[in-house]
């Protein structure tokens, strides 16, 4: 009697047979090169343009990279992870309320130095990679309406906290800390603006080529395979309530950051800066911009900061009286998002970024199909 003997597949040959999986660390090297590439080339295009803008367009371009940092880790949240989060407004804060609080206490001393700023900024991604862990816990026993429940819980309690402790947080006033000057290796008359439009790039830029690497590694396709089908995934050996958690501490770690950059550009942060409906502008900026696509969160940073604009522009250009002035500025960019919101879902259903891809398609197609005629 003769027995057959069957080779197993080494570790290596399996991973090539999987479906998306990089064939050893070739695929993944390039990747990141290009991300690298990517991020250089579009650093080096803003940096251009911020020593053209006046200091009102760079301190936009600011709040632009600021909110991206936000809009890019919140959309891996709920477009590539599938959970709901009401409360990302109140993760913005948090990291904000950690900055101030960081340089307070080295100014109060006496301290000074370039590293107060980065590691500020590092002491909020972690503050509020660690309030993400806590909410992620909770949301891996949650889902739908009960996940957004507890989120928005969370985006009332940061705000009543900094009011019940004053002795912390100096309630409704706020707090403030020294305003970052340029280095004066840049020179006496370096445009401020200009300086902190670079500082956000930095952090934008930095968010953007991890995420961009992290969706597209096997944590990346583990995300997705949760978000279609928690069964399937759980049958295949992906941890998934641990997915969750690790997605909403990546998602919290980044607006943290955003949150931290934004109370840098005004080096002042208060309770009235993150309101409640700045979670609902988050979630309808990433709806707009496209779903689960780091350039849709590119899409949403830019109509967050122009809509938000919106009703000074309006009040400013038109005679209008006290009373409406300041209705609108309360209702007007909610109402226009609104709208927007309503006609991107009925024109492109996968946002902004997916009406780009199929309008470019298009233009391919007929270019490839001019010479034929």
């Known amino acids: ?28 090297s390039a990747t990141l090169l290009r991300h690298l590439a990517v991020a250089v080339l579009a650093g080096t295009l803003v940096v251009l343009l911020t020593n053209q803008l006046p200091p009102y367009q760079n301190l936009q371009v600011a709040r632009v990279c600021a909110f991206l940092c936000v809009t890019a880790g919140y959309t891996v949240l709920v477009g590539l992870n599938g959970q709901l989060s009401l409360g990302h407004g109140a993760l913005m804060a948090t990291g904000a309320y950690t900055v101030a609080l960081v340089q307070q206490g080295f100014d109060d001393r006496g301290v000074r130095g370039w590293w107060i700023l980065p590691g500020s900024l590092l002491a909020a991604v972690a503050v509020t990679a660690l309030g993400g862990l806590v909410v992620g816990l909770a949301a891996a026993r949650l889902r739908g309406p009960y996940l957004a429940g507890v989120t928005l819980a969370v985006a009332t309690l940061v705000p009543a906290v900094t009011t019940i402790f004053t002795g912390v947080f100096n309630g409704e006033q706020g707090l403030r800390f020294p305003a970052q000057t340029p280095p004066a290796a840049l020179g006496e008359y370096f445009q401020p603006e200009r300086w902190l439009a670079w500082i956000a790039l930095a952090a934008a830029l930095l968010t953007m080529v991890l995420l961009a690497n992290l ?6 396709r583990s995300l997705r395979a949760v978000r279609d089908d928690e ?93 409406l002035a300041q209705r609108l500025e309360g209702n007007l960019a909610l109402a226009v998002f609104g709208l927007i919101l309503i006609v991107v879902m009925l024109a492109a259903p996968g946002g902004l970024q997916a009406g780009v891809r199929a309008l470019a398609t298009r233009l391919r197609a007929t270019v490839r199909r001019a010479p034929d005629r």
């Open 231 to 323: 069964v399937a995934a759980r049958l295949t050996g992906i941890p998934v309530a641990r997915t969750q958690v690790l997605a909403f501490v990546v998602s919290a770690a980044c607006a943290g950051l955003g949150g931290g950059v934004y109370a840098v550009l005004t080096a002042t942060v208060a309770p009235g800066k993150f309101p409640l409906d700045l979670s609902l502008f988050l979630l309808m900026a990433i709806v707009i911009g496209g779903l689960g696509s780091l350039a849709g969160a590119v899409w949403g940073a830019l109509l967050l900061v122009a809509l938000q604009d919106l009703p000074g522009l309006l009040t400013d250009h038109l005679d209008l009286p006290a009373a």
């Open 215 to 220: 969706v597209r590694s096997r944590f990346g």
């Open 1 to 28: 009697m003769t027995t057959t003997r069957t080779e197993e597949a080494p570790p290596s040959a399996l991973r090539r047979l999987l479906p998306g999986a990089p064939a050893g660390g070739g695929p993944r």
